[in-house]
């Protein structure tokens, strides 16, 4: 009996510590990135919506136009931060901070022509035809 009770403590244990593993090698899959952008209308959001998400190692995504916030989930083995910036500059959408920091902006990283403070001037480099609002 005792051996039983043992073997069931055991198997017990060895169960639980193969979960723990796994989601320790699921959370080195992903990573999360914020991005702050000059995105200030639906129709810029759904252009990154229709773009973004199917990009190679992109797992999810969320775009929240009042805050210009894009958060993307990716796989860091398939794909970059600076991967996934470059794909929203190909969108003509500017990041203005990654995660909390600023971009560089005199390294060129953005497109405010070294105005650090963003104020006065608006990102927004497409035309709007097609759009139905007014910037």
Do not use: W, Y
Not at 35 to 54: G, Q, Y
């Amino acid at each position: 009996m005792k051996k039983i009770i043992g073997l069931l403590a055991l198997a017990i244990i060895a169960l639980s510590v193969v979960p723990a593993q796994a989601q320790k090698k699921a959370a080195k899959k992903s990573e999360t990135v914020t991005f702050v952008t000059n995105l200030d209308c639906e129709n810029c959001a759904k252009k990154i919506l229709n773009v973004i998400p199917f990009k190679k190692g992109v797992k999810d995504m969320e775009v929240d136009v009042p805050t210009k916030v894009v958060e993307v989930k990716f796989d860091p083995r398939k794909t970059s931060v600076e991967v996934l910036v470059e794909e929203l500059k190909k969108l003509d959408v500017a990041v203005l901070s990654i995660n909390g920091q600023p971009v560089d902006c005199e390294a060129g990283e953005c497109e405010c022509g070294g105005d650090h403070n963003h104020e006065g001037h608006d990102h927004h480099h497409h035309d709007h035809a097609g759009h139905n609002h007014a910037h």
